[in-house]
C-alpha cells in the first residue's frame, strides 16, 4: 500500500496498555520480569490519513531502534529470519486470498447457490464486508506486530483474570482455519488439475483420484517449504504478478475472443436455485460462501510480521492492501466468465467437474481454454503453497507456547533454514485429514470452506471485539484507524456473527449423509477438544509465566 493508505496521522498520544507494566498480565511465553518500555497516555482521535513516519511523536508506537527490539517488548527473542519486505508480507496474503482459486473452484456452488445475481453483488456486498473485518484487524497488527497472531492480540486485550482463556480459543479457531483453507485451497487445485487432465489424457475423475492428486500437491508445498524457501519467498512474489496478469489475459480472451455474450441482465439480475431449498432469501443468504471463503487468508501478513523488516507498518498495509486489490481483481474476473457462459446447464454439467474449465473451451475453443486453465491451475498452485507457509507460521507460533500437542516438536527450527519444518508437515497433514470426507459426501468442499469461513472469521473477530469492550485503554501503533475505529469494529463484529450462523446450516436438500454440511461437527470436535484440554490442564500452565511448565519449556537446552 502506498503512504496515502489507511492510518491515522500521529501527533496525539494514546492511554498506556496496562498490560505493558511490568507485573501486568504477560505476553505468551514470557517471564514477568520482561521490560516493558513506557506509554504515552491520552486518547488519540486522528482522522484517517497518511502515516506520519517512525519520527512522528508518542502515538508512533513504542520507541525502538529496530523490529527485534519492538518484539523483545512483546516478549519473543528473534529466532525467524526477518528477509521479507513490504511488498514480500502483502504478496503472500494477496496470494492466499487468490481470485483465481477462491473465486473459480467455489464457482459451481455460486452457480447452484443463488447464480450470476449473486455471484455478482454478493462479491460486492461481502468485500466491502471483509474490508470492515481487516481494517479491524489491521490496527490490531500495528500494535502487537509477531507471528503469533490472533491469539496474542486476544491476550493483550482481554481483562487480566480471563486473558489466557480467550488467548487460548481464539488460538484454536486460528488453527482449524488455517488448516481448512489450505485443503479448500490445495483440493481445489486438485479438481482444476483433474479437469485439465480430463480434458488432455482423457483422466477420468474420481473422487479416489481426485484425493490422490490432492495429497501430490500437499506434498510439493511441504518439499517447497522446507527446502526451498527462498524460492518460496521468490515464487509469492512471482504470484502477484501472475494473479494480475492472469486475470487481466483470461477476462481480455472471454471479452473479444467469444461470438457471443451473456445479457447485462442476466449478470446482474439472474437467480438460479438448484440446492432443493424452496425460500429465496436462505439460498441467497447460504450462497454468500462463495465470495466469504475467497477473502480468507489475509491474517497471513500477521503472521509472517517476524519475518518483515517495518512490520508495524507493513503486516496491516499487507493485510489491507491484499484485499481491497483482490476485491477489485475478483469482480472484474467474475464479470468476465459470467459474461462469456455459452450454455449455463451445459457448464454446471461439465464432465470435468469444474464449470470454469468449460466457460473457458466453450467460449475459448479447446487449444486457448487449455492453456488459460494452466493460468488458472498455475495461480492456485502458488496460492497453497503460501497457505502452508502462513500456517506452518501460526502452528510454530501457537506450539511455542505450549498450545498443541507435542509442542516440542512443531516449534523446532531448521538451524539450516530458520524455518519452522515440522509445523510445515503438521499443516500440510491436518489439511489432508479435512479433505478426506469427500471419498463419502459429495458436498465436502464445500463444508471444508464453510469450516475455513468459520474458523477464520470467529479468530479474527475475537481481538476485535475485545478491543471495542477495552475502549480508549489501548495504545495504538503507527498504522491506525483514529476516530473510525470503533464504527468500523461494530460493522466487523456483526457481520462476523451473520455469517458464523450462515455457513454452518444445511446448504442442499434433502438433507442426507452425501449431502450433509459436516462443518458443525469439525468445529465442535475441535472446540470440544480444545474446551476439555482447558479445563482439565491448561488453564493453569498456558500463558502463565510461572508455571513450571511454562519455565521448563523457556529455559534454553
Known sequence: MTNNSLGAPSGSPDRPDPSDAVGASDPPGVPSAQPRVPAPSAPSDGAIGPDAGPDAGPDAGPATGSDEARLAELGYTQVLARRMSAFSNYAVSFTIISVLSGCLTLYLFGMNTGGPVLITWGWVGVGLMTLFVGLAMAEICSAYPTSAGLYFWAHRLAPPRSAAAWAWFTGWFNVLGQVAVTAGIDFGAASFLGAYLNLQFDFKVTPGRTILLFAAILLLHGLLNTFGVRIVAILNGVSVWWHVLGVAVIVGALTFVPDSHQSTSFVFTEFVNHTGWGSGFYVV??????????????????????????????????????????????????????????????????????????ILLDALGATTGKLLLLVVIGAQLFCGMASVTANSRMIYAFSRDGALPYSRVWHTVSPRTRTPVAAV????????????????????????????????????????????????????????????????????????AVITVLFMLPQVSPVTWETFNYAPIAVLAVLGFAATWWLASARHWFLNPDHKRTTARNTPR
Open 285 to 358: 443468504m447460504i450462497g454468500l460462501l462463495m465470495a466469504q471463503y475467497t477473502f480468507t487468508g489475509y491474517d497471513a501478513s500477521a503472521h509472517m510480521t517476524e519475518e518483515t523488516h517495518d512490520a508495524a507498518t507493513a503486516g496491516p498495509r499487507g493485510i489491507v492492501q491484499s484485499i481491497w486489490t483482490s476485491w477489485i481483481a475478483g469482480f472484474v474476473l467474475l464479470l468476465g466468465f459470467t459474461f462469456a457462459i455459452q450454455s449455463y446447464d451445459g457448464a454446471r454439467a461439465s464432465k470435468t467437474g469444474a464449470p470454469p474449465a468449460q
Open 425 to 496: 508437515w503438521l499443516a500440510a497433514g491436518g489439511a489432508l485429514v479435512l479433505g478426506l470426507p469427500y471419498l463419502i459426501n459429495n458436498t465436502a468442499y464445500a463444508a471444508v470452506t464453510s469450516i475455513a469461513v468459520i474458523g477464520l472469521y470467529i479468530a479474527y473477530v475475537i481481538p476485535t471485539l475485545l478491543r471495542l469492550l477495552r475502549g480508549d485503554d489501548f495504545r495504538r501503533g503507527p498504522w491506525h484507524l483514529g476516530r473510525w475505529s470503533r464504527p468500523i469494529g461494530i460493522v466487523a463484529v456483526v457481520w462476523v
